[in-house]
């Protein structure tokens, strides 16, 4: 193939570059996702938001995948980014265990206040397990259904990513070795 007089050859730099724009581009996707998302959810409530809902996840499951089809391991990392032990040892794997259990609350309870905070707004809208409408008492058992919920989700999703992603590190170093 004839290559033309002003073509550049890639190199690192442009696919990193590259790279960079697309996560970019991709970061600013989701955020007018989420916000049109919570715009639509006030304005005519839950069901509203099933494209922006399929759109945001198949985008971010999509890019997961994309993500570590190679010899790329994110290991798991606190919730303040502090990056956690990754050997196999009991000691490790309690560490992370706790590390995933303050991250699934953390997010459940983010969550969790959001779909109150939301449903306070419009009562329409209501992402909860068991619905309680009316008094404070009944936003406060919501909030509380639905962060165990959440959390139970998110700690499954953690531990599943996390482990897995430290045997792959695991394995990977052990070839190297």
């Known amino acids: 193939m004839k290559q033309r007089k002003n073509q550049v050859k890639t190199d690192e730099r442009t696919i990193k570059n590259t790279g960079t724009a697309a996560v970019i581009t991709l970061a600013v996707i ?3 996702l989420i916000i049109i998302g919570i715009v639509k959810t006030v304005k005519y409530g839950a ?8 759109i945001f996840l198949g985008s971010m499951v999509l890019f997961l995948i994309l993500k570590h089809r190679g010899d790329d391991v994110d ?8 990056p956690l032990p990754a050997s196999l040892s009991r000691e490790d794997k309690l560490t992370r ?3 995933y259990a303050v991250d699934s609350l953390i997010n459940g309870a983010f969550l969790a206040a959001l779909n109150v905070a939301l449903n306070k707004i419009n009562p329409n809208f209501h992402y909860t ?3 309680f409408s009316g008094g404070i008492l009944n936003s406060v058992l919501n909030f509380v259904i639905d962060t165990l919920v959440l959390f139970a989700v998110f700690m499954l999703v953690n531990y599943f990513w996390g482990e897995h992603n430290v045997k792959k590190y695991n394995k ?4 190297n070795d």
């Open 129 to 131: 397990v068991i619905a």
């Open 30 to 32: 989701w955020v007018s």
């Open 47 to 54: 069901e509203s938001i099933t494209e922006e809902m399929i």
């Open 75 to 82: 290991l798991p990392e606190s919730f303040s980014g502090k």
């Open 172 to 175: 990977m170093m052990e070839e």
């Open 97 to 99: 265990l706790k590390a």
